[in-house]
């Protein structure tokens, strides 16, 4: 199982930006799946992530609530995190992660087991 993501760039703030993520795997539609990120000198960072099984369309960290929109295509194996209203301190390399347990739990409780490499996402003021 692989994750490939892409559609970073470089934005003004305010600008909005959609990254996708491909994943590969026969089970797909039971992971959650998620968008992390991390700034120049910081901590990796929980962004969204979306639970399929569980019927929860979207859990956000509080920075991005609002703005950011995480959504999947099962059929066709992608994730997508729709960012609006961007901010310089979205600045970012922003990486899809995967919860591949296939256990029924609270998409808080995710545990991201699979990563794809970053994109990079960079708002100027």
């Known amino acids: 199982v692989q994750l490939q993501a892409c559609g970073g760039g470089l934005v003004q703030a305010g600008d909005s930006l959609r990254l996708s993520c491909a994943a590969s795997?026969?089970?797909?539609?039971?992971?959650?799946m998620g968008w992390w990120r991390q700034a120049p000198g910081k901590e990796r960072e929980f962004v969204a992530s979306i639970n399929w099984v569980t019927g929860d369309r979207g859990f956000y960290n509080y920075p991005v609530e609002g703005r950011f929109t995480i959504s999947r295509d099962n059929a066709n194996k992608m994730v997508y995190l729709q960012m609006n209203n961007l901010k310089p301190e979205d600045t970012a390399v922003y990486f899809c992660?995967?919860?591949?347990?296939?256990?029924?739990?609270?998409?808080?409780?995710?545990?991201?087991?699979?990563w794809g490499q970053g994109t990079q996402v960079t708002v100027s003021s």
């Open positions: 992660a995967a919860d591949t347990s296939m256990a029924v739990k609270r998409t808080p409780d995710a545990k991201f087991d699979l």
């Open positions: 795997g026969y089970n797909f539609i039971q992971y959650i």
